[in-house]
């Protein structure tokens, strides 16, 4: 029987990004996925999983791109519920993606979303006036991400 094709080695979902300019920013969709991401086939990962994965490789792919003066934030469609500064983002299996943070007054926020329902806008925002750097949530994500799948990995074998 063959394999699936994304559990042959190498497998990449299908991505594609048009740009207006040759100098536009570069997009996740250019990248390859981290190795990590890409060892376990996306038929073994739940929608949350999945999910939370391909974000953080966004948000660090925006944060790349940003000056010492900006960092992430996440802006809500619809009722006027205004923006999220992004200082941490979780899912739980099967559908659900949770991000944490401070809105524009400071007050303590959270999102729970079912994944079928997301839409997230990241946008830049200046850094808070009491932050001495910019915050980096992104490249954490990422590194963690990396944590995470290591030890799956021991613990199934």
Not at 22 to 31: I, L, R, S, Y
Request: proline content about 7%; some cysteine.
């Amino acid at each position: 029987m063959p394999k699936s094709p994304n559990t042959q080695p190498g497998f990449h979902p299908k991505k594609r990004a048009v740009k207006c300019s040759e100098d536009a920013p570069v997009v996740v969709e250019d990248q390859p996925l981290p190795k990590k991401v890409a060892e376990t086939p996306v038929e073994q990962k739940s929608a949350a999983q999945w999910a939370y994965e391909r974000l953080i490789l966004y948000i660090k792919n925006f944060e790349e791109q940003l000056d010492n003066e900006h960092e992430i934030a996440m802006g809500f469609t619809g009722g006027g519920t205004g923006v999220l500064r992004i200082e941490g983002i979780g899912f739980f299996d099967p559908d659900v993606i949770t991000f944490y943070g401070t809105d524009e007054t400071g007050s303590r926020t959270q999102l729970i979303q079912h994944v079928s329902q997301l839409s997230v806008m990241l946008r830049a925002l200046p850094v808070a006036i009491e932050a001495k750097a910019p915050t980096r949530i992104g490249f954490r994500l990422a590194a963690e991400l990396e944590e995470d799948q290591a030890q799956e990995a021991e613990s199934a074998s």
